[in-house]
């Protein structure tokens, strides 16, 4: 490998911007580290076609540095796969061959742009700042569908990662047609966000938007307040009423929690879709409805099925599209964006809340957040309105955070230093990270020199710890 050592290289601009190289070389990898992370890009790096996939599932990648001949599945088929997964991605191709062949072949499956081996760092750099330069001209279009998602017409959604990106480009494709949507998680994960979602998104954003909870309402007055009734058919019906489906005319009826809905309206409500009819209570006559129905749920409809709680019928008929959305435990790469944008949300002239301390951050990142996105919002308004300061500090944070999950013991624990607990939370994050020691940092919420020195400290106490770090 030849080493420029007289080219300067100035820092990107493009600091945000992921690059993943793939090769089997440490030297070659190292290589392109050093250039890419001069260059202010955040680097990842794997040894393996496996290892570079996860990465790439994990993590929006923006441009792929990779060989040709890499173990596994080699790299003209994972040029194949990330096109076919990930279209959005720029790829540059290392090849120690030079054939015109090799170069042909996967530019023809998509790659940017090739470098021969060996190369020059001016050469590498070069390629680089092309790349960047052409990702930098979709960067008005791509900052304006940020826009767009974070505005009403996307229901306030908040996120970056794969997954996420994931369910807003389903949302974009659901929104402009009217059938049925089911939209699964945990409770706090904003399924009604997406519901609101899909529904301004559409030609339908104009028209009532109607949230209907069906595990908050009286088992013996859903009949009525979905179909509705008419004068008479009840006591203390004293006048006819539009049910939700009839009221939400063009709009679009939410049926949040409907994996509560008890077995005997299921049957009624499969009627109502099929037909495009309700029935009011009382009436011998039906009314056509039109509205399109998003509903939600954070049960497991299947087993329901199985237990005879859900009718199958009803499950195929509103699980058209699915969207299912991830608990905050597995996008936590979300989790400092959503925590910036709460503290914007609840800092004022009163409680001027700027940033967030490295230890408070830590502890966050730590914690599984069981009841997701609305206990973080639910915390950090907590923190705000404690606060007393500038930076919202630890101390700040609801109890059930004041300790990590790496500092917590249970009596059946081992009492240990904390030197070794800091040490073993050091390698976990590195090892789920896959050795993105950026990626490692930012999930302990330490500074990235911090993480250096200390891999450093270890490197010189245990010389065969550097081999827990993954390239």
């Not at 949230?211 to 006591?235: H, N």
């Not at 006819?240 to 709009?251: H, N, P, R, V």
């Not at 049957?267 to 009819?277: G, I, N, S, V, Y």
């Not at 789920?432 to 990235?448: Q, V």
Request: hydrophobic share 40%; net charge neutral; proline share 5%.
């Amino acid at each position: 490998m030849q080493i420029d050592t007289k080219v300067e290289i100035t820092p990107s601009k493009f600091a945000s911007l992921n690059l993943l190289i793939v090769d089997d070389e440490v030297t070659t990898r190292d290589l392109c580290n050093d250039v890419a992370l001069e260059a202010g890009l955040h680097v990842h790096a794997s040894a393996t076609t496996e290892q570079a996939l996860a990465v790439l599932d994990q993590y929006p990648i923006d441009i792929v540095v990779t060989d040709l001949k890499i173990p596994q599945i080699g790299g003209l088929e994972l040029i194949k796969r990330i096109r076919s997964g990930n279209p959005q991605v720029s790829i540059i191709v290392l090849t120690q061959y030079g054939t015109i062949e090799a170069a042909i072949e996967a530019t023809r499956l998509g790659a940017a742009d090739y470098i021969t081996k060996p190369f020059h760092v001016a050469e590498l750099r070069t390629k680089l700042d092309r790349l960047v330069h052409s990702i930098e001209l979709d960067q008005e279009n791509r900052l304006l569908r940020e826009q767009l998602r974070s505005k009403p017409g996307f229901g306030g959604l908040i996120g970056v990662s794969p997954r996420m990106q994931r369910v807003y480009k389903l949302i974009e494709k659901v929104a402009q047609h009217t059938y049925p949507v089911l939209i699964l998680g945990e409770s706090g994960t904003g399924k009604e966000l997406v519901a609101r979602s899909i529904h301004f998104s559409g030609p339908r954003g104009n028209k009532p938007f109607s949230p209907v909870d069906c595990s908050s309402l009286v088992p013996t007055l859903i009949e009525s307040e979905l179909f509705g009734y008419v004068k008479g058919a009840f006591t203390g019906a004293q006048h006819s009423k539009q049910g939700l489906f009839e009221a939400a005319g063009d709009g679009t009826l939410f049926l949040d929690e409907i994996g509560d809905l008890p077995v005997d309206l299921q049957a009624k409500l499969l009627r109502a879709l099929q037909e495009h009819e309700v029935k009011p209570v009382g009436s011998n006559e039906r009314v056509g409805i039109r509205a399109r129905v998003i509903a939600a749920t954070n049960r497991d409809l299947e087993s329901s099925i199985r237990t005879g709680e859900f009718r199958q019928d009803l499950y195929f008929r509103l699980n058209v599209v699915q969207i299912k959305l991830p608990p905050l435990r597995d996008r936590r790469v979300d989790i400092p964006v959503l925590v910036n944008a709460f503290l914007e949300k609840f800092s004022d002239a009163a409680r001027p809340i700027h940033t967030i301390s490295e230890d408070a951050m830590r502890r966050i990142m730590a914690y599984d957040w069981p009841g997701n996105i609305r206990e973080l919002e639910n915390a950090i308004e907590r923190a705000v309105a404690l606060g007393s300061g500038p930076i919202l500090h630890a101390g700040d944070l609801p109890s059930n955070l004041q300790y990590s999950s790496v500092e917590k013991l249970t009596d059946g624990d081992e009492l240990v230093p904390l030197e070794a607990l800091e040490r073993r939370a050091i390698f976990r994050a590195l090892r789920e990270t896959a050795g993105d020691k950026l990626a490692a940092a930012r999930l302990l919420g330490i500074g990235k020199t911090t993480l250096y020195r200390k891999l450093k400290q270890y490197e010189s106490e245990r010389p065969q710890a550097s081999n827990l770090q993954a390239s």
